[in-house]
């Protein structure tokens, strides 16, 4: 393989796997919007929604995935799939902090995702396998 080709390469499988941890996500929504509300409920102290709220807001993630996945608008898919999974990250603050209470350590596999999107964003521009 070509040395040109390495870094495209390279940045297209972190595309693929961020998005199908993201698309789990999503799909926890949309599949089992009860199990979304404990989520929100717990690590974002968010509480009320109704199970169409879920609906929608897993449909406008499903729309922005795809978005990213196809590498279209990269400046803004790429930037907003950082900055939720950012959000997402910090707001598990205290499983950090109490790393060997099952099952928070599953937790600090955020962290190399998190570097995985800042990455993406960061080197957008050489990302061009397969995007639109």
């Known amino acids: 393989m ?11 499988t972190l595309r693929i796997s961020v ?3 993201m698309l789990m996500w999503t799909l926890d929504k949309l599949v089992d919007p009860n199990h979304a509300a404990r989520v929100f409920e717990k690590f974002y102290q968010i509480s009320g929604l109704g199970i169409i709220h879920f609906y929608i807001l897993g449909i406008a993630e499903l729309i922005l995935l795809l978005a990213f996945l196809v590498g279209y608008r990269k400046t803004l ?3 907003l799939v950082l900055i939720f999974h950012a959000v997402s990250t910090f707001s598990s603050y205290q499983q950090y902090l109490d790393p060997f209470t099952y099952p928070n350590l599953l937790f600090f596999a955020a962290w190399p995702m998190l570097a995985a999107c800042f990455v993406l964003y960061y080197l957008r521009e050489f990302d061009t396998k397969l995007v639109v």
């Open 2 to 12: 070509k040395t040109k080709d390495r870094l495209p390469l390279a940045l297209f």
């Open 19 to 21: 998005f199908l941890v």
């Open 77 to 79: 898919s790429y930037g």
